[in-house]
């Protein structure tokens, strides 16, 4: 079959099917980094040992420009034909999809599932000879844009399948692996599902008490447990299922507990499914529990190793969690249509509302919005295309900025609309029930956020630790030294500090020196709060949130800082426009910032956070409210 007529209607940026609560963050209690990413075979930084993200480097004070200017254009002639020539075929293909009855069944009907597997709909990433499109990361964010705009109950059906169904066989899978289960997933007819959360694992995935053990010849495993929430899990024959296994330490020779990643078939005795859910949305999705009881499992369908359950989950997570920002622009970018059509139709008062201030205001919001989470997806695509492994922070600050913007979005374009955005018929309040779940799985953002602060903590704190080793051997460590002094000096003084111009056109260098304040304020007070807390910080959650959200708007500042500058050098027709977005976002970003920073110093604002966890345990103490009811019978 010819590739254009293989379509590849991406979707990794949904990342549904399991919901792990931000289990890729934590194992027993333990916050993990994403040191263990996959190497790519091209990789342009200049050692494997260098950390190149741009975070990252951020939390220690530097800057490292090289995944963010300029904006990334990673992809070859070829590749970019490749995903062009996919646009409109995929666009003919929604233009027949009805995703209201979708929802009423429960899912895509068969003859839209069929169509979707001749179509090669389910198979963006794999490799060619594995019957997939072989779609570059910006391609696949870029249909990811398109079916975002339709359905978002159906960017899950594609999601929770190859972004993370099948995602764990062609990042670990043997060849033998790949071989036998690649060509079935993609374009063989067979659902995939993602297995990790369970009822007692949140956010804490070391609590998962799913177990495999081995027999006694070697063989096989046997696996016995329960997963719960699993998008597919109704109709996947192919399970990715994370367990407990006993694992030898080869130093030590002592026996631990550690997770392992399995290859499961619903055709192995013991594997069955519960009812699909009841849920708010993402209806045309099936979600249901999945059921283990004594199953067998061949050892050769072991997935990275014994033991490596955890760096397994991890990666497949951090690899395609960018492209919810690709997915979710797409929405926004549909709800703003809405709201603009009607905002230029509706007349109220003797003139149309367009020209209402409230009305361009939050218009305006939700373009700069969009524009937001459009420019993350692009910006961490095109650095994954180009070979870069360092991304698991913006990733994860991605998904949090453009879930949260989404739903923002959609539920002004439904205030714009009033009461015809309430209606079923304008299709707003089926996004809206569809988004919720986005700022939940795959990572709850409160989890995420933490995740955030504390990865970039533990890489500011070694920075502090190498200048603590430099000065009990000061003669042989002078220039790190100076290096730092001077940088402190300078700083102190108000002298020196942050300075992006260089990297921006010159109508965005006032826009630049806002965000390089902002840098300059939260690099200090992670120093700050280092030397203070020390490993205290881990505790300090009020703190914490509030680096993330700083940490958010930096780097939404600086992405947009960057595609804009772009645009103005290439002269795209969208420059001018794009210019205005940058200066308005820029301006409440360092704002925001501002405020997040003064209320982490302010002795007052941290003891009114004790003040309401006080609050809080006084409700969790009476199961709800405290107060009495002001109308009083005695």
């Keep these: 079959?010819?590739?254009?007529h293989r379509l590849a209607l991406v979707n990794r940026g949904v990342l549904a099917g399991d919901h792990p609560y931000g289990a890729v963050c934590v194992q027993n209690g333990r916050w993990l980094s994403a040191s263990a990413q996959t190497k790519p075979k091209e990789h342009r930084s200049a050692t494997p040992t260098v950390n190149t993200s741009y975070m990252a480097n951020l939390f220690r004070g530097e800057i490292e420009p090289l995944q963010l200017f300029p904006f990334p254009d990673s992809l070859k002639q070829?590749?970019?034909?490749?995903v062009g020539s996919l646009i409109d075929p995929v666009t003919r293909f929604f233009e027949g999809y009805d995703p209201v009855k979708a929802e009423k069944n429960g899912g895509p009907d068969e003859a839209t599932f069929q169509s979707m597997w001749e179509m090669g709909l389910m198979g963006m990433q794999a490799p060619e000879e594995y019957g997939g499109l072989a779609l570059p990361n910006t391609g696949y964010a870029r249909m990811g844009e398109l079916v975002g705009s339709v359905d978002l109950g159906l960017a899950v059906v594609f999601g929770a399948h190859q972004s993370i169904g099948w995602k764990g066989v062609l990042l670990y899978g043997t060849e033998e692996q790949k071989q036998k289960y690649l060509p079935k997933v993609t374009?063989?007819?067979t659902i995939a599902a993602f297995c990790l959360t369970e009822p007692s694992s949140g956010s804490d995935a070391g609590s998962i008490r799913s177990r495999a053990v081995k027999s006694a010849d070697g063989s096989h495993y046997v696996l016995n447990g329960s997963k719960i929430w699993i998008s597919g899990g109704g109709l996947a024959?192919?399970?990715t299922v994370f367990a407990q296994t006993e694992v030898t330490d080869p130093k030590t020779g002592q026996k631990r507990d550690k997770v392992t990643a399995f290859i499961?078939?619903?055709?192995?005795t013991g594997v069955t499914s519960g009812p699909p859910e009841e849920k708010m949305g993402i209806k045309c999705s099936n979600t249901a529990e999945i059921y283990f009881d004594d199953v067998k499992i061949p050892v050769e369908n072991v997935l990275g190793g014994e033991g490596n359950g955890f760096k397994v989950a991890m990666n497949i997570l951090n690899n395609g969690r960018f492209g919810m920002s690709g997915t979710l622009a797409g929405t926004m970018a549909h709800c703003i249509r809405k709201a603009a059509e009607h905002a230029t139709t509706r007349v109220q008062f003797g003139q149309?509302?367009?020209?209402?201030?409230?009305?361009?205001e939050k218009l305006a919001r939700m373009a700069m919005l969009q524009y937001v989470s459009q420019s993350m997806g692009y910006m961490i695509s095109g650095n994954m295309d180009a070979g870069h492994t360092d991304y698991h922070l913006e990733a994860a600050i991605s998904k949090v900025f453009a879930s949260e913007a989404a739903w923002y979005v959609c539920d002004e374009a439904i205030q714009i609309l009033g009461g015809n955005g309430f209606m079923s018929s304008s299709g707003l309040e089926k996004f809206l029930r569809d988004i919720r779940i986005y700022r939940i799985f795959e990572g709850a953002n409160d989890i995420l956020r933490l995740f955030v602060t504390l990865t970039g903590i533990q890489y500011?704190?070694?920075?502090?630790?190498?200048?603590?080793?430099?000065?009990?051997?000061?003669?042989?460590?002078l220039g790190l030294i100076f290096k730092e002094g001077s940088r402190r000096a300078v700083r102190s003084i108000g002298y020196g500090g942050t300075d992006l111009s260089s990297f921006v056109a010159d109508p965005l260098k006032e826009s630049s020196a806002l965000c390089a304040d902002s840098i300059d304020r939260f690099s200090k007070t992670i120093e700050t709060l280092l030397i203070k807390h020390g490993k205290g910080i881990v505790d300090q959650q009020f703190l914490l949130m509030r680096l993330a959200d700083s940490a958010i708007d930096i780097y939404a500042m600086s992405c947009i800082l960057s595609r804009a500058t772009k645009a103005i050098r290439e002269n795209h027709p969208s420059a001018e426009h794009e210019v205005l977005m940058v200066k308005a976002w820029c301006v409440e970003a360092n704002d925001r910032v501002r405020i997040n920073i003064r209320r982490i110093n302010s002795g007052v604002f941290v003891k009114n956070f004790d003040t309401m966890s006080a609050i809080a345990k006084n409700v969790c103490s009476n199961q709800g409210i405290v107060q009495s009811n002001p109308v009083r019978i005695v």
Excluded: C, Y
Aim: zero cysteines.
């Design 237 to 239: 024959n192919i399970l």
């Design 1 to 4: 079959m010819h590739r254009l």
């Design 460 to 477: 500011a704190g070694s920075h502090l630790k190498e200048l603590q080793r430099a000065f009990k051997n000061p003669t042989a460590n």
């Design 352 to 360: 149309k509302i367009e020209n209402f201030g409230n009305v361009q």
């Design 187 to 189: 374009t063989g007819g």
């Design 264 to 268: 499961v078939e619903r055709a192995f």
């Design 78 to 82: 070829e590749q970019k034909d490749m």
